[in-house]
């Protein structure tokens, strides 16, 4: 796929020159955020695991311990995040999400429902070899009920075999789904094709033949709170995951006091991928832009540098 992010790796990239610049900006008294946040922002994941390689080499230290010891609040928590390969960062998300104060269902729900099943396999195996812990123990250990079992099915999804497609036609062709929304059979049904975007969207528009309501109208009424939120992450998911991105930075961000953490998360973890497309699926859903919504909402270094991330406005 294409990368359809903001962050490109660099050309004419020298690590040991990066590290340099960021070994100087660090140096004596004061620092200047403002050299950190342009280098930072202006380099992929793979070229800032090199600039911590090469700055480990060259003066005996770990980046990340004087990023951390340099800077400070939602701005370090930013460039230590930018610093960090993206499956380590899922990781350490989930286990926080889980193992901090009360279970942050959010993070749950938002991480295990955008990626792919291949992207899971690898956070379930990268998990285990960095807490020795099992991540599936973990989630139900700390989550009950139908949402839990459908956290369960998310995570076995790499495990289970594929699912042909006749069977997903023949199924809404019968009105499967009809059959169970009612039965809350239907949760897990809808989960465990959660990979399979193209056949599930054929699903949904079945399902909105055979019983006049968009599923998401369905999940609202049959459903409430985590269990209803995950389904809809899901469902919004195999629609269109920049869409889904495009509303969750939307509602980080609206009202009073800013969701620092939920817009840090997904600023990150998508200025690779594809944070072109969510710019241009909030300019459609929302009367302004991502840019412009940023801007007026945070302020300092860590605007600057959410702004290089977002890496242009389309008001």
Known sequence: MANRGTVKPSANFSASADAEVLHKAMKGL???????LQLVTARSNAQRQEIKASFKTLYGKDLI??????????FETLIVALMTPPITYDVTSLRNAIKG???????????????????????????????????EKDITGDTSGHFQ????????ANRQT????????????????????????????????????????????????????EIEESIKRE?????????????????????YFAETLYYAMKGAGTDDN???????????????????????LFACSLHSMIKGDAGGDYRKALLALCGGDDA
Not at 30 to 36: F, K, L, N, Q
Not at 65 to 73: A, C, N, R, V
């Open 30 to 36: 004061g620092t200047d955020e403002d050299a950190i």
């Open 162 to 213: 594929g699912i042909q497609a006749e069977s997903i036609e023949s199924d809404a062709q019968v009105g499967f789904l009809k059959y169970l929304i009612p039965h809350h059979q239907w949760l897990l049904f809808l989960v465990s094709r959660h990979d399979h975007h193209m056949r599930l969207v054929r699903l949904f528009d079945a399902y909105m033949k055979l019983s006049g309501y």
């Open 101 to 135: 104060a009360g279970t942050d269902e959010k993070v749950l729900v938002e991480i295990l429902a955008s990626r792919t099943s291949q992207q899971v396999k690898q956070i379930v195996a990268a998990y285990k070899q960095e807490y020795d812990d099992d991540l």
């Open 149 to 156: 079992r459908l956290l369960v099915i998310l995570l076995q």
């Open 223 to 243: 459903t409430s709170g985590n269990l209803k939120d995950l389904l809809l992450a899901v469902v919004k998911c195999a629609r269109s995951v920049p869409a």
């Open 262 to 284: 939920t817009l840090i998360r997904v600023m990150v973890t998508r200025s690779e991928v594809d944070l072109l497309d969510i710019r241009a699926q909030f300019r459609r």
């Open 65 to 74: 311990d004087d990023l951390k010891g340099e800077l400070g609040g939602k």
